[in-house]
């Protein structure tokens, strides 16, 4: 597990429309600015082979696939940077991670499918230290920009996937409310990571 790793894993979760990917660039720039090894990854990461065919998946709705096999691509398309990740956790590199398992099973389980069903195919997947989940109203999400054509981005899916995550919800999660200013979320969000970059191995 990656505890044993002198790296850190920090996970930043949340709703289409949260400011994952804006939280994400200011944390990778602060950590690099303290002289961290940082590195960024992206899930669904839309570069590999797998993740051309997610990319057709969400961008044309036409598409069928099964929601059984769009599920197992998207933790396939996880399962294939592990190995990427555990060197760099070997290195001590802190990786920020856009996305990774829990987005995998809230929003295939908001669709229906078995929620433990739905956990099996991420099962061993490096665990994080630390799951930042920003918590944005369908409302406010509504108004940055309004939803994309993205098959997922809609009101109704949105509600139901948040619903999933609360599911999820663990100890080693810090529940964001990102309906704040993008400068208040990022103080949160270096304010728990510094905590954890401060743990030891030993003590964890
Ligand atoms: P993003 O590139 O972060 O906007 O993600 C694209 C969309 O795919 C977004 O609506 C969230 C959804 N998504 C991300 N990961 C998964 C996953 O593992 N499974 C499913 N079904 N959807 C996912
Ligand atoms: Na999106
Ligand atoms: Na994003």
């Known amino acids: 597990m990656v505890s044993h790793y002198p790296g850190r894993l920090i996970v930043i979760e949340g709703l289409d429309r949260a400011g994952k990917s804006t939280q994400c660039s200011r944390l990778f720039r602060t950590l690099e600015q303290n002289g961290r090894n940082v590195e960024m990854i992206k899930f669904p990461d839309r570069g590999t082979p797998m993740g051309q065919i997610i ?41 920020i991670v856009d996305r990774y398992m829990y987005s995998g ?9 078995d929620f433990n069903w739905c956990k099996s195919p991420d099962v061993g997947l490096p665990e994080p230290d630390l799951v930042i989940f920003l918590d944005v109203s369908i409302e406010t999400a509504s108004k940055r920009g309004g939803y994309g054509e993205e098959r997922y981005e809609n009101a109704e ?16 999660w810090l529940w964001i409310d990102a309906n704040k200013s993008l400068d208040e979320v990022e103080a949160e969000v270096n304010n728990e990571v510094q905590k954890v970059l401060n743990n030891s191995t030993q003590n964890r």
């Open 105 to 113: 099973i809230a929003f295939s389980a908001a669709k229906g499918l």
């Open 157 to 172: 899916i949105q509600s139901r996937v948040r619903s999933q995550f609360l599911k999820l919800k663990e100890s080693n």
């Open 55 to 95: 990319d057709k998946y969400l961008t044309d709705n036409t598409m069928n696939l099964s929601d059984q096999a769009i599920h197992l691509l998207f933790s396939a398309n996880r399962w294939e940077q592990v190995p990427h990740i555990i060197d760099k956790l070997k290195k001590g590199t802190v990786l």
